[in-house]
């Protein structure tokens, strides 16, 4: 005789139960979602568009080239003091295509030659301003347009600001700068040739640069904050890149070949300074911050703050003008019924006149009759 376990079959049919809810899971799929994301993304390849302001002469040049080992700048001329005098900022934009792993990223650098060269300098950041705002005019116009498909998006998603390291902080030039821009774009403080300052004087500078632009009610570029449940190094990564601001840097356009190593650096006679070491400089913190962890942060907040910011004024404008031009057309329709009662009131009295002056020439006509 054969006795069956009640427990055996119940256990085998929980089992199955459980099998066919995992091949459910299996059979909806979504946990491909991320897969099908990523494949339309990386077919459609990433843009990113970086402007770097500050006075001339600061590296700017040089790091981009370090930044994206590229020679952008092998064409540039520059201006003699004389030509500088009554400079005006120039906007130009560079654009490369760089591939890695497959992966398609087609950066532009908006550069700005003549910032803060002439004698009088008020308001030579209008230009950057002007641009900035341009871009998103453009992208509004082909957000509202026909083809929202094919649009090209050039709105500016980092500046990099360079601050001198011969200062003591800010100057009065970087600090309306900063101000002007601060609502439109992302901007990220430059410490610019860390190299020409001991390691007391950069920690002295950014310091006093932090209190700056406290002071002056700055608003550099946020990092997020980090998630709770994220591991201890890599809070404690972000907490280093949070208070590397602003980034101290080192840029050079050459190779340096030191103890069997090729590197970028800069020779002096007392020793070689290497770009991407972390000891000399936060070069290796900002190219991460820019490339690896926070290139999508910049364009998230651009989208979502400067652009919708942008966009919530032009509205707010044109809601303006149209209620201007209602008001002015109802004032308009109030006087033209005005005009038309005061025309008809005077068409009305020349009538009477007339009818008058008919009633005075018969009395004056029978009046002659009746001598
Ligand atoms: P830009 O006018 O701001 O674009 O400055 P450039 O990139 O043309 O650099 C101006 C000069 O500064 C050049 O002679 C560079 O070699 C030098 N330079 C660039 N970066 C550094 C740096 O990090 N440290 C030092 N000491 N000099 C630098």
């Known amino acids: 005789m054969c006795f069956l376990n009640p427990f055996k079959i119940h256990t085998r049919h929980f089992i199955t139960v459980f099998l066919l809810q995992d091949q459910d899971k299996e059979y909806v799929g979504f946990a491909t979602l991320p897969n099908q994301v990523h494949r339309k993304t990386v077919k459609k390849g990433f843009t990113f568009t970086l402007i770097v302001a500050g006075e001339s002469g600061l590296g700017k040049s040089t790091l981009i080239n370090s930044l994206f080992l590229t020679d952008l700048y092998k064409d540039r ?31 532009s650098i908006i550069d700005t030659p003549g910032f803060g060269d002439a004698v009088n300098n008020t308001e030579s950041w209008k230009q950057i301003e002007d641009y900035i705002d341009q871009q ?22 980092c500046c990099l600001y360079f601050i001198s390291p011969f200062g003591h902080g800010l100057r009065p030039l970087d600090v309306e700068c900063m101000k002007a821009l601060h609502e439109k774009v992302n901007i990220v403080p430059i410490l610019a040739k860390a190299d020409s300052l001991t390691q007391a004087e950069v920690f002295r500078k950014k310091m006093k640069i932090r209190e700056d632009i406290k002071h002056f009610g700055i608003n550099v570029y946020q990092f997020p904050e980090c998630d709770s449940d ?82 919530a004024q032009c509205i707010q404008n044109m809601t303006r003008m149209v209620v201007r031009k209602d008001s002015s057309s109802r004032k308009m329709k ?11 009131s005077l068409t009305k009295l020349r009538r009477m006149q007339e009818v008058l002056e008919r009633i005075q020439e018969q009395m004056q006509h029978s009046q002659r009759g009746g001598y």
Do not use: C
């Not at 509202?144 to 709105?155: A, E, V, Y």
């Open 77 to 107: 001329k520059v201006p003699n003091a004389e030509e500088r005098i009554n400079q005006t900022v120039d906007i130009v934009k560079h654009t490369i295509s760089i591939e890695e792993k497959g992966i398609k990223l087609r950066l």
């Open 230 to 311: 994220e591991d201890e190094d890599f809070k404690k990564q972000d907490q280093i890149l949070k208070d590397s601001i602003p980034f101290a840097v080192i840029g050079s356009n050459v190779q340096v070949e030191s103890k069997g190593r090729k590197f970028r650096g800069r020779i002096y006679p007392w020793g070689v300074v290497e770009v991407e070491n972390p000891a000399h400089s936060d070069f290796l913190l900002l190219r991460n911050m820019l490339v690896r962890t926070h290139m999508q942060d910049l364009k998230d907040v651009t989208r979502e703050t400067h652009y919708e910011n942008y966009r």
């Open 136 to 157: 998103f005019e453009q992208y509004f116009r082909d957000e509202s347009g026909l083809n929202r498909r094919n649009i090209q998006d050039n709105r500016v998603h």
């Open 334 to 344: 109030r006087y033209t019924s005005l005009t038309h009662s005061v025309i008809s």
